[in-house]
């Protein structure tokens, strides 16, 4: 192999590898740039602010600054097409090269394929340290050590037709080379071979842009997973955000977001009517790395409190320990037993919990209150605002009556406008919740509910305010809130997250307040 390597035909090899391999990452950092500038709106916003590595501060300081997310935008973009064009025809291929080690170097910065570090970053494959950024950025190394007169290109003609030195190893065992400044149809031909390939990456790219625009009508902004981009839909990016959710202090001094992320859809637990296969579709969505960038997601926007069963304590533990983000975590303290439920978030960190609205609504109906006052004292004990929910208004009713005070309410609310309930049931024989539940009618009483729950002096979470999907949220939202609620808690899906926070900051900062039946608290 060596003598091989030695002869002109080996050399020959050699320096067609080479540029084969030039012309391959030439042709993926060109499209990457061509890309990118034809997807109106593209920024790198969301690849910077999922930063988690050593330079993530840098990295989130550019996202969050207009100005220079705007120059970072234009040098990406236009960096990438530069130094594509300047790799695929073999010009300026030192510059290229080092220009393209230190983009690459950035994008690996700031989201290395580290362990923990990739869960927001959609990717073709699976990646542990080497990932393809590195792969590139360690060839375009070559570029820059071996001699550019070695490898066919502009580069090379170019010294051919002006310099004496033109000697590399495709010249060894010719007996008579060329003049400086007279070089044979051969050579030049040979320096050029680059064009053709370059003639078709211009007829595939008008193909997939234009002239066969299946993905342009039906698959519009969800092209490959490109450096320094992440994937995106029609739906709102965090780009797209207006302003954050404001927090209040109003629940045992914590800061909790008037906008809570509900735990259903995530849990599984999707209410979906007749579909009995929504559940388990829903719920082999949100893999863990899926609700991880959820709660990314919804903390970017301010919603910085996350409610939920204590079956998903794994899963928001999970979110803290790999330093993801700090999301609060509220417990329904859900399950066969309320006391374990209870111990159970209190061990995984829970800010706040409350008697899940099923459990309390069961107490009621059997007599059993005391069960309920055992769950608040139970979970004061260990530091934590208690509340209580409810689907039955009753519930609630009886819980004062008792002498009960919770330090806030989760009680159902919604408007009862949507197509199910046309053929609404007659709620005064209904005895079990579970009916209720099963005709999605969470909320029966909905004006009786409004009026009691104006008397209270505790703050009062709404929740089922969409009737689990059946109510637009700028319609639900708004009534919520005007109807006296001081938070309101949603199930969300990630592509759903920004729209929904840019919807309830839009009714936050309107003129409702004065239709409110009860005060703002804080």
């Not at 579970?434 to 909320?443: D, Q, S």
Request: proline residues 4%.
């Amino acid at each position: 192999m060596k003598a091989f390597l030695e002869t002109r035909n080996g050399a020959m090899v050699v320096s067609g590898i080479l540029l084969a391999l030039r012309i391959a990452i030439g042709w993926h950092f060109l499209y990457e740039g061509m890309a990118k500038l034809f997807v109106d709106g593209w920024s790198s916003y969301n690849f910077l602010l999922n930063s988690r590595w050593i330079f993530s501060g840098f990295f989130h300081w550019i996202a969050n600054t207009p100005a220079m997310l705007k120059i970072i935008d234009f040098l990406n973009v236009w960096g990438l097409i530069l130094i594509g064009l300047g790799l695929f025809l073999g010009v300026f291929t030192r510059v290229a090269a080092a220009a393209g080690i230190l983009l690459l170097s950035f994008y690996y910065m700031a989201n290395p394929p580290l362990l923990g570090m990739d869960f927001g970053i959609p990717v073709e494959g699976h990646y542990l340290i080497v990932n393809k950024n590195l792969i590139e950025l360690l060839a375009l190394i070559l570029f820059l050590i071996v001699p550019t007169r070695w490898i066919p290109g502009l580069d090379r003609l170019w010294k051919l037709l002006f310099r004496k030195d033109t000697a590399g190893p495709v010249d060894q065992g010719i007996e008579r080379k060329p003049e400086p400044g007279t070089v044979g149809r051969r050579e030049v031909l040979k320096n050029l071979v680059a064009l053709p390939f370059f003639g078709g990456f211009v007829l595939a790219a008008l193909k997939k842009k234009g002239w066969m625009s299946y993905e342009e009508q039906f698959l519009k902004d969800t092209d490959a997973i490109t450096s320094a981009t992440m994937k995106s839909f029609d739906f709102s990016d965090l780009k797209d955000l207006q302003e954050k959710i404001p927090t209040t202090k109003i629940i045992g001094g914590i800061d909790i977001s008037r906008v809570i992320l509900g735990g259903n859809l995530i849990g599984g637990w999707a209410h979906a009517r007749e579909l009995i296969y929504v559940s388990k579709l829903v719920k082999s969505y949100h893999s863990d790395e899926k609700v991880y960038e959820t709660f990314k997601i919804a903390e970017e926007c301010g919603i910085n409190t996350f409610l939920t069963n204590p079956v998903l304590c794994r899963v928001i533990n999970g979110y803290w320990r790999r330093g993801i983000g700090q999301i609060k975590f509220i417990s329904d303290c859900g399950g066969d037993d309320l006391m374990k439920g209870i111990k159970t978030s209190i061990d995984n960190g829970a800010s706040a919990c409350y008697i899940h609205g099923g459990i309390a609504d069961a107490y009621v109906r059997s007599g059993q209150v005391d069960k309920i006052q055992e769950g608040l004292e139970l979970i004061r004990q260990n530091g934590l605002p208690a509340g209580i929910g409810a689907h039955q208004l009753n519930t609630v009713q009886a819980c004062v009556a008792q002498g009960l005070n919770p330090d806030f309410w989760m009680k159902t609310l919604h408007l009862k406008s949507y197509l199910k309930v046309k053929h609404e049931i007659d709620t005064s024989r209904v005895t079990d919740n579970e009916e209720v539940m099963y005709k999605n009618v969470f909320c029966e009483d909905t004006r009786e509910t409004i009026s009691f729950m104006e008397t209270l002096p505790q703050p009062w979470i709404a929740f089922k305010i969409l009737a689990a999907g059946a109510i637009d949220p700028r319609t639900g939202f708004q009534h919520a809130f005007e109807s006296g609620a001081d938070f309101i808690c949603v199930g969300m899906y990630d592509f759903q997250v920004v729209d929904n926070a840019n919807i309830a900051v839009t009714v936050l900062n309107s003129d409702f307040k004065s239709k409110r039946p009860r005060p703002w608290l804080a």
